[in-house]
């Protein structure tokens, strides 16, 4: 991944580097509070050479103290002064908590030692570093004095201290809080970043272009109110989703201009991915657009179209197949004069045997002279043949894919069951897309146009009226179906 991809991946992740953080801050705050507080004790040595006659006596003496005084810092920790220290009465410390609490620092090019304890006890901490002072200057005295001498070549004397902290040093909640922030932040980006990597869910049109070997030829943005509103009809005609569903009726037209397709099969890879949603709404778009539409339900094992639109599911396709039912009487009429539709029926115990019949190819063959396009909402590619079967006998298929749903193994595998029976891809579809922040601005003040700037769409020449605008929804986001001039030119091109 290049770097734009990875600041991408964080951005589309945003929520886990959010997490990260609170967990960070919460560890951090936890840490802080169960942390006891520790006070530091701290003095000061200077050493010097005993004094001596002349300027190059003392000049020897003081490089003599330099060179010596690192290994004054070690003998603070060495065993003989920690021992010392724990055998004065009251301490209440080992020789082993003095050397592992007892720190030195020797500043460059300086005849100094800083020697610091730490404890959780305040005046602990003090007795301490006043016994140290005592014993260390002791010790460096007995062991600087040459064996029958008396004064030994090097004083000690104590600089600053005996002192300690009168706050404590421990825990630092401000520095605990930006490192266990700083953490979290570093994690959740590292975290988002290989969840981008090991995630094979296709979120942009050009893998689901180059995964297919197909054009997308629409992108259908996510609106959180299709839940309640499925339809682009009413309030929800100027919403992002009902235009991009018009893009999408436009790249269709235009597909391929030398062989127009008349019949188009609407699928998906799984189940799920919006397929039937899709083809209602591309079928009312269509309509709006002043083409003749007529909408089959062939997914006969989960039909959801009447559900959808409002309407009765019997008689349908099955019973048309099975020559019980004309498919005249089958037909009903939604919205305005141009949607016909033709429920699934009941559902039959061989519906890929049914689909695949020689009655289904009959019928597909009327349908196609009886209206200016027929969509079919068919099964998923990869749950059974049914989709397949379908698709290889209409004039192309449109495959619908989910924003970070369909797997890029499932879309390859649902590509590869078209190109199987050489049914034809004419594109995809990306269903629940994300926009961007501009198109989110941009889209709600564009799509109020004033009701009479609207232009009415214009049909073929010789089928049917114009289409007129979708009228009101009734009761659950239906329109009530009734028979209509469509139904009887329906009727009347059929015979």
């Given at each position: 991944m290049n770097l734009q991809s990875q600041l991408t991946a964080?951005?589309?992740?945003?929520?886990?580097?959010?997490?990260?953080v609170m967990v960070g801050l919460a560890a951090a705050g936890l840490i802080t509070v169960n942390t006891q507080p520790r006070y530091d004790a701290s003095v000061t040595f200077f050493f010097v050479t005993t004094p001596a006659d002349g300027l190059l006596a003392a000049a020897q003496g003081s490089a003599y103290v330099q060179q010596r005084t690192k290994s004054y810092a070690a003998l603070l920790t060495s065993d003989r002064l920690a021992q010392s220290v724990a055998a004065e009465p009251g301490l209440g410390v080992t020789a082993g908590e003095v050397q592992a609490r007892l720190t030195a620092l020797t500043p460059v090019s300086s005849v100094l030692v800083d020697a610091s304890f730490s404890d959780r006890n305040q005046a602990r901490a003090l007795r301490v570093v006043e016994v140290v002072a005592v014993q260390f200057v002791?010790?460096?005295?007995?062991?600087?004095?040459?064996?029958?001498?008396?004064?030994?070549?090097?004083?000690?004397?104590?600089?600053?201290g005996p002192r300690v902290t009168p706050e404590p040093v421990a825990p630092d909640p401000a520095r605990n809080l930006v490192l266990g922030g700083l953490?979290?932040?570093?994690?959740?980006?590292?975290?988002?970043?290989?969840?981008?990597?090991v995630d094979r869910a296709v979120r942009t049109a050009e893998v689901l272009s180059r995964l297919t070997s197909a054009p997308v030829i629409g992108?259908?943005?996510?609106?959180?109110?299709?839940?309640?509103?499925?339809?682009?009809?009413?309030?929800?005609?100027?919403?992002?989703?009902a235009e991009a569903m018009r893009k999408l009726r436009t790249n269709l037209r235009f597909v391929d201009l030398q062989e127009p397709a008349r019949v188009v099969a609407v699928t998906s890879a799984v189940q799920g991915e919006g397929?039937?949603?899709?083809?209602?709404?591309?079928a009312i778009a269509l309509c709006e657009a002043g083409w003749q539409v007529l909408l089959v339900d062939a997914d006969l094992r989960r039909p959801q179209v009447t559900e959808y639109l409002g309407l009765t599911g019997r008689p349908g396709l099955t019973d048309v197949l099975?020559?019980?039912?004309?498919?005249?009487?089958?037909?009903q009429s939604w919205g305005d004069r141009s949607l016909l539709v033709l429920p699934a029926g009941p559902p039959p115990p061989n519906p890929s045997e049914l689909l695949g019949s020689k009655g289904m190819a009959d019928l597909l063959a009327s349908l196609r002279e009886s209206a200016d396009i027929v969509l079919i909402d068919t099964a998923p590619l990869l749950a059974v043949t049914d989709g397949v079967v379908v698709s290889v006998q209409a004039d192309g298929a449109l495959l619908v894919a989910r924003y970070g749903s369909t797997s890029q193994a499932q879309l390859t595998a649902a590509t590869q069951a078209l190109r199987a029976v050489d049914a034809r891809l004419l594109g995809c579809v990306l269903n629940g897309a994300r926009r961007s922040v501009a198109e989110g601005r941009y889209y709600p003040s564009y799509?109020?146009?004033?009701?009479?700037?609207?232009?009415?769409?214009?049909?073929?020449?010789?089928v049917g009226p114009e289409a007129t605008d979708v009228p009101a929804q009734n009761g659950a986001g239906a329109v009530a179906a009734a028979p209509t001039d469509a139904t009887q030119e329906f009727s009347q091109v059929t015979k």
């Open positions: 964080v951005r589309r992740r945003w929520w886990i580097v959010l997490a990260s002791k010790l460096v005295q007995s062991i600087e004095t040459p064996t029958g001498a008396k004064n030994s070549l090097v004083k000690v004397e104590v600089m600053n953490l979290g932040l570093f994690a959740g980006v590292a975290a988002a970043i290989v969840r981008a990597m992108e259908i943005p996510y609106d959180k109110s299709m839940k309640s509103a499925k339809l682009i009809v009413g309030a929800s005609a100027k919403s992002p989703r397929k039937t949603t899709a083809a209602c709404n591309l099975l020559g019980e039912v004309e498919l005249t009487d089958a037909v799509l109020e146009v004033p009701a009479q700037h609207a232009v009415p769409g214009r049909r073929r020449a010789g």
